[in-house]
């Protein structure tokens, strides 16, 4: 086996980072350059439709991209759901009643302001741009006229005003008009929350920088309904468990802040929200919302739909509207700021490395299966050793190419353990096992190797 040794310098500087950074800089332009480029070229992300030219900010998740939402999907719902007792899932249709998006006012006020320039014709919200087209420079723009971001669609085969429904915008209302329902058939009371992952879309009009903010996307999102007088404390609670998620799966500190809106900024359901925010390349971005939205939801459905939505707290007699505090992220955004936060390059044994230091549950293996040969006599081990890891992890497989290229290919993919089968393992039943971030390796028997990865990856805030 080659042993790779990287400079104590280096190794040293790798350990520091293994974990959150608080001194760690700013992220450059070039970074979202490299993990753009790292995407297309490794299988993250491809331009959806690319062989017909493309669908402007839609994208398609390759096999490593999807690998990756699902982790991000499985930490979510383990924090959310998993490690709770209560919490409950649910999944909500994507089509609805419209009567539903008339009574939570998306159909009155789920707008942006929309202006035109006059000169080159593009269309921007005027909220974002100041007074001065981005494309051309140009002044001369239209006044702001509100525009609604739901997709309309029609109901079965006549288009017609009847037939008119819409694509959620997100996911929450599917939350709210179950509310009885999860109330009557879980009997839970509050504090309880209903909690749930699903496809949103907005009809964005300046949709852009990479899968950052796209027409359609997933959310993961909670509605956590409390009594009223508790709300406050609540919101508080949730913001400090969401802000400290982010940060157990591998993103520094100093590339996080919780954002308080201002008092314009609110939305009409809200009497409070924070942002978790982002330090993007291209500045301060969103990655999930916090918010008190009160009773709103629950009391505009109440009163459009005839049935009350009230819980009954038997202690004290008393019928209510419990408030709702809802944390509501982006999978896709997660994803975009775990791999910024990850990709690094360092040094070993005198040549430069690429390497996706992705959480060990975030990233898209966790364990690389590698014979050293491809030769037939290897063959069946490696594979009797895959099937044995493949109960427990998410294994990658790879043959091709001398050992040292592999180990590349993995850490550039983030792979945090790499296993190799060579031909000493036919006599002694061992195989050698190496670490990402250190390139540190050990032989342990094949009998073991689960167990040892187990306690590996639990060390690392991991659980399987």
């Known amino acids: 086996m080659t042993t790779e040794t990287p400079s104590e310098e280096s190794r040293s500087r790798l350990l520091r980072q293994k974990g959150p950074s608080e001194g760690r800089p700013a992220p450059e332009a070039s970074l979202f350059e490299e993990v753009v480029n790292l995407c297309k070229r490794r299988g993250f992300v491809f331009p959806s439709s690319e062989i017909y030219g493309g669908m402007r900010s839609t994208y398609d998740w390759g096999p490593l991209g999807a690998l990756l939402l699902q982790n991000v999907r499985k930490a979510w719902w383990r924090a959310m759901v998993q490690e709770r007792d209560d919490v409950v899932p649910i999944e909500a249709a994507v089509l609805t009643n419209p009567k539903v998006w008339a009574a939570s006012g998306h159909l009155a006020t789920f707008t942006d302001p929309l202006v035109d320039c006059r000169k080159c014709k593009e269309r921007w919200r005027a909220d974002q741009i100041g007074d001065t087209c981005p494309n051309c420079g140009s002044k001369d723009l239209t006044e702001a006229r509100p525009f609604n971001l739901m997709f309309k669609t029609f109901v079965g085969p006549v288009e017609e005003e009847a037939s008119v429904a819409y694509l959620r915008p997100e996911t929450a209302q599917g939350m709210f008009v179950n509310f009885l329902n999860v109330l009557q058939s879980t009997r839970k ?41 508790e709300a406050d404390s609540w919101f508080e609670y949730w913001c400090q468990q969401r802000h400290a998620w982010y940060e157990r799966y591998g993103i520094p500190s100093s590339w996080l802040r919780l954002r308080p809106h201002e008092q314009e900024e609110l939305s009409h359901y809200s009497v409070r929200t924070s942002d978790i925010e982002f330090l993007f390349p291209w500045g301060w971005g969103e990655l999930e919302g916090i918010a008190n939205r009160t009773d709103y939801d629950l009391r505009v459905h109440s009163e459009a739909s005839g049935v009350r939505l009230e819980y009954f707290d038997q202690a004290s007699g008393e019928h209510y509207l419990p408030y709702a505090i809802e944390p509501a992220g982006g999978v896709t955004r997660a994803a975009m700021a775990f791999l910024l936060s990850a990709i690094d390059e360092d040094e070993v044994a005198g040549e430069k490395r690429s390497v996706l230091r992705l959480h060990p549950l975030i990233a898209p293996y966790q ?30 497989y790879d043959e091709t190419q001398a050992i040292g290229r592999r180990y590349r290919r993995q850490d550039e993919i983030g792979t945090p353990y790499c296993v190799t089968i060579d031909f000493d393992s036919l006599e002694d039943d061992q195989v050698t096992v190496r670490e990402r971030d250190t390139t540190a390796q050990v032989r342990l028997p094949i009998s073991g190797l689960v167990d040892h990865l187990s306690a590996e990856l639990q060390a690392s805030g991991g659980a399987f």
């Open 189 to 229: 009371r509050p504090p309880f929350g209903i909690a749930q992952i699903g496809r949103s879309f907005r009809n964005e009009i300046t949709p852009g920088n990479f899968v950052f903010r796209t027409r359609e996307f997933e959310q993961m999102e909670m509605e956590f309904f409390v009594p009223p007088a």
């Open 367 to 396: 364990v690389a299966v590698l014979p050293l040969s491809k030769k037939e006599t290897l063959t069946p081990l490696a594979r009797k050793v895959l099937g044995e890891l493949q109960r427990t992890f998410t294994c990658d």
